[in-house]
């Protein structure tokens, strides 16, 4: 079945980093487009940073661009997502998904909890 497995959240003082992992299996990682989503309480869940199949093309949210760069490793099925110079607006739960696919619905991970603190 469909795996998704985020690590590599933690708590963080202002101005630190964190890479995020997410292993996957149960698919065929390279066919997918892969995104980062967080989600806040009380917020709706938004998209972070997306790459395209063959990790060419990535796109990113205003408010993270210059900041978070996303990887991916089709070779060992894990996408990445590198944060750096956080700030507490960043503290979220940070799920990964696979995109959705010609009649394949998306699919989430469970999420990793990142917290941006002094």
């Known amino acids: 079945q469909v795996q998704l497995v985020e690590s590599g959240g933690g708590l963080v003082q202002p101005g630190g980093s964190l890479r995020l992992s997410c292993i996957t299996s149960?698919?065929?990682?390279?066919?997918?487009?892969m995104s980062w989503y967080r989600q806040s309480p009380g917020k709706e869940r938004e998209l972070v940073a997306g790459i395209s199949r063959t990790g060419d093309s990535t796109n990113y949210a205003e408010s993270v661009k210059d900041r978070f760069t996303i990887s991916r490793d089709n070779a060992t099925k894990t996408l990445s997502l590198q944060m750096n110079s956080l700030k507490p607006e960043d503290t979220a739960v940070y799920h990964c998904?696979?995109?959705?696919?010609?009649?394949?619905?998306?699919?989430w991970g469970q999420g990793t909890q990142v917290t941006v603190s002094s």
């Open positions: 149960g698919f065929t990682f390279s066919l997918y487009d």
């Open positions: 998904r696979r995109d959705p696919g010609i009649g394949v619905p998306g699919y």
